[in-house]
């Protein structure tokens, strides 16, 4: 009777330690999603930086990038800790996790204000950014930045394309154009000297609200994929209680 409840007792160490194990490969591999959105986020879309006047989109990507590679050596340690049975190593990982856990929440609720301020953020500086840096000395990256967001999100100006006639480079002198040739359909040059609706992007609205959608549906991903990782998280607390209590068990 003794040996078979010793022989249950083992079997079921074994099954929490493939579940943690199973657990910890789905916490890696989340862990290098959370990397490559924020490497993907700073690589592609860092040129956007430049339009707005807070740090928060590149601390963003900034936190994804050591978010990730935090839940990767968590995840690996995590392993280690499983298939040595190291009981001081799984109360390592443990707080990590309660740690990591504790810290998405505090994360979730920042973006969250922040995303407002962030939106009304944009709706007061993109104008007046575009009008008085584009295409001026010194401001190589807001014009380059600019330019990609009208070309990307197929739009003209930050509400319309009217937004460009109080530009200070559309009002220079010796311009000969109406709007930047970033706004044409098929872009070449001084081809922003006409802005009929056939040559530039004039009915298809302005970049604000595109920014904006586009700013929103990363929050949304981003939101999905914490969502997930503390679900898993959870569930991994839940394993490692579980198979320390059994380690402890069978040291008597």
């Given amino acids: 009777m003794e040996a078979r409840r010793e022989k249950t007792h083992t079997c079921g160490v074994i099954c929490?330690?493939?579940?943690?194990?199973?657990?910890?490969?789905?916490?890696w591999l989340a862990g290098g999603a959370v990397l490559a959105v924020g490497l993907w986020t700073l690589?592609?879309?860092?040129?956007?930086?430049?339009?707005?006047?807070?740090?928060?989109?590149?601390?963003?990507?900034?936190?994804?990038?050591a978010a990730g590679v935090i839940v990767i050596v968590t995840g690996i340690l995590g392993c280690c800790a499983t298939l040595k049975e190291m009981k001081s190593l799984l109360i390592v990982?443990?707080?990590?996790?309660?740690?990591?856990?504790?810290?998405?929440?505090?994360?979730?609720?920042?973006?969250?204000v922040n995303h407002q301020e962030l939106d009304e953020e944009l709706r007061q500086n993109l104008k007046v950014t575009m009008q008085q840096k584009y295409n001026q000395?010194?401001?190589?990256?807001?014009?380059?930045?600019?330019?990609?967001?009208?070309?990307?999100f197929k739009c003209c100006g930050s509400s319309n394309f009217s937004?460009?006639?109080?530009?200070?480079?559309?009002?220079?002198?010796?311009?000969k154009r109406l709007v930047p040739d970033s706004c044409c359909k098929t872009p070449s040059e001084l081809c922003g000297q006409r802005n009929h609706p056939s040559n530039i992007y004039r009915v298809e609205g302005g970049c604000i609200m595109k920014l904006e959608d586009f700013i929103l549906s990363q929050l949304y991903i981003l939101s999905a994929v914490g969502i997930g990782i503390a679900f898993l998280q959870l569930v991994g607390m839940m394993f490692t209680c579980c198979l320390y209590r059994n380690l402890k068990e069978d040291s008597y």
């Fill in 137 to 152: 000395p010194g401001e190589e990256s807001v014009t380059h930045a600019v330019d990609k967001l009208q070309q990307e």
């Fill in 43 to 65: 690589v592609e879309k860092s040129d956007y930086i430049s339009l707005l006047n807070s740090n928060f989109y590149a601390a963003s990507a900034y936190i994804l990038i």
């Fill in 163 to 175: 937004d460009w006639r109080d530009s200070a480079w559309i009002q220079a002198p010796d311009n």
């Fill in 16 to 27: 929490l330690k493939y579940l943690l194990f199973l657990f910890n490969s789905l916490f």
């Fill in 93 to 112: 990982y443990l707080i990590l996790l309660i740690c990591i856990f504790l810290l998405e929440i505090v994360a979730g609720v920042l973006a969250y």
